[in-house]
């Protein structure tokens, strides 16, 4: 079900940049129909008085306003409908009220737009969902967000697909994994390190946020351009973890690893290992939206992320007495990451004495989730 809804999204994934695309289809189409009817249909009596019906019927100066330039063009096809007025002559003498007719079949049109116009004001659909459940990329609430579902109005959007990348850390972390699907996201976990070169376009196009863990090895240059372009032409998410930097068990450090991933946008994980004898509460910036009302959360030593490139904007939103915690990055292209310098938030044992890190999590995800899909409803 999921991979089905996630295949459609990924084809759909341009027609999203329209929100009021399904109402604009309707519209369009019924715009089409008439034009065809025009061309091809001789303008029979009965047409013309079913157009005259509708003349009567449809009242809209803004029709008069959008006919003005088609007029002419439909008094020339009067002119050619004069063969009509042969056949009926006082018909014919209506024929100007043909010639209205024609007017009228604009008006048709002038009233499609009137419909469009109603579209802009009402959102653009009719709703079939008074409040959203479906996981559909379709906005069934009319409210502007697509699949803006949250059921249980826990703050993370039901409809998220979640990919994470990695081990986990060296303690047990299946109360993670369980709290977001209970928020009702769907949760994949991808270790990495017998798998080369998995980390491809196909592979990502299932997620809307990808989480990179305690990763095993380091990324080929393939597998981090497909991950760029997950973040910045799909334009979805991701938030990196770092563990503790001296692997005894694989020789390449686990920052350098990350930093595979983290090398396309400019950031980086940087320094050596920041100590924080055996754990310390950061301070977060009340001013940002991931970190706002945000303060009891454990940093238990990690390293220090940094932005080297500037390719888009940074911002620190958490430190610590030995350096920056956290770190929030807008892609140019406006796809987001998240650099979290530590990966105790995943551990049970900090989910247990902490009263913030849930809500920490809900909006870090809120924030690096995809923009155009996917409402953060609260
Ligand atoms: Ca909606
Ligand atoms: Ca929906
Ligand atoms: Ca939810």
Redesign the pocket.
Known sequence: MRIDYQKLRFLLSSALLLPALACGDSSGEEAADEVGSESSESESAEDESADAASTSSSETDADTDTDAGTTDAGTETDAGTETDAGTETDAGTETDSGTDTDTDTDTDTDTDTDTDTDTDTEGGCVPDEAI?V???????DCDGQ??D?DVANDGICDCLSIGILGDTGFAPTSDFEAWLEEQGTSVTRTLIVDQPGIVDADFLSVYDVLIIDRIQRGLSEDEAAAIEAFVKTEGRGMITLIGYNFDSSNPVPERDRANTVLDPFGLAYVGGYLHTSGGTTPIFDQAHPISMGISDVNYAGGIAPADQENQGSSEIFATVAQGDAGLAHESLEGGRVVVWGDEWITFDSDWQGYADVQSFWVQMIGWVKPQDFCGNPQ
């Not at 479906?134 to 069934?140: A, E, P, S, W």
């Open positions: 959203e479906t996981c559909d990329l379709i906005d069934n697509i699949d579902v």
